[in-house]
T-cell receptor, first 115, second 113 residues
Framework: EPEVTQTPSHQVTQMGQEVILRCVPISNHLYFYWYRQILGQKVEFLVSFYNNEISEKSEIFDDQFSVERPDGSNFTLKIRSTKLEDSAMYFC?????????????FGPGTRLLVL | AQSVTQLGSHVSVSEGALVLLRCNYSSSVPPYLFWYVQYPNQGLQLLLKYTTGATLVKGINGFEAEFKKSETSFHLTKPSAHMSDAAEYFCAVTPNRDDKIIFGKGTRLHILP
């Protein structure tokens, strides 16, 4: 069964450094998402992406964040200058459709630790 | 604003006993409702979802949930717990039929032998 994959599974970085989290969505999916979960808190929506542009973003998704689909398979989340509070599990998701027919499939997550 | 409240961050049940995980939602429009499960070191997997129609929704692994509009609830049940059900369960809502999912805080289900 096709699945969403994410790399790396764990990343440790120093505050102020740039990180890129990578995702490979399911191949025929058209809608892409990033969510994050700070330890002990809710899974929170960050951004949705369709047709090579951002569809919606949350207030968390400030200028330090960017997303890109550099080729036909990868979907990346970049954090330009990491802060301690960016430490979280980051989930990528993809779906073929929106609405009633749409189901978001999630990857296993990347655990980011900012020191 | 839409939101989801899950009662109990940890629930323990004995193997073979009824599983009941509680979820209440707040939505100004008819919601789509979901339950996701996360096994250790894995991603979020959709258990079941309610969109329209029948209010009792059956999902994978013997789970089901009932949409009760009058109670704004979407509780998850399974008649007989199995050790493999130990995981974290997330109730979620999609407002306005758009694509953003709003999650609850999650309930970790422990199965006692």
């Amino acid at each position: 069964e096709p699945e969403v994959t994410q790399t790396p599974s764990h990343q440790v970085t120093q505050m102020g450094q740039e990180v890129i989290l990578r995702c490979v969505p399911i191949s025929n999916h058209l809608y892409f998402y990033w969510y994050r979960q700070i330890l002990g808190q809710k899974v929170e929506f960050l951004v949705s992406f369709y047709n090579n542009e951002i569809s919606e973003k949350s207030e968390i998704f400030d200028d330090q964040f960017s997303v890109e689909r550099p080729d036909g398979s990868n979907f990346t989340l970049k954090i330009r200058s990491t802060k301690l509070e960016d430490s979280a599990m980051y989930f990528c998701a993809s779906s073929r459709f929106l609405g009633v027919q749409g189901t978001q499939y999630f990857g296993p997550g990347t655990r980011l630790l900012v020191l | 604003a839409q939101s989801v409240t899950q009662l109990g961050s940890h629930v323990s049940v004995s193997e073979g006993a009824l599983v009941l995980l509680r979820c209440n939602y707040s939505s100004s429009v008819p919601p789509y409702l979901f339950w996701y499960v996360q096994y250790p070191n894995q991603g979020l997997q959709l258990l079941l979802k309610y969109t329209t129609g029948a209010t009792l929704v059956k999902g994978i692994n013997g789970f089901e949930a009932e949409f009760k509009k009058s109670e704004t609830s979407f509780h998850l049940t399974k008649p007989s717990a199995h050790m493999s059900d130990a995981a974290e369960y997330f109730c979620a809502v999609t407002p306005n039929r758009d694509d953003k999912i709003i999650f609850g805080k999650g309930t970790r289900l422990h199965i006692l032998p």
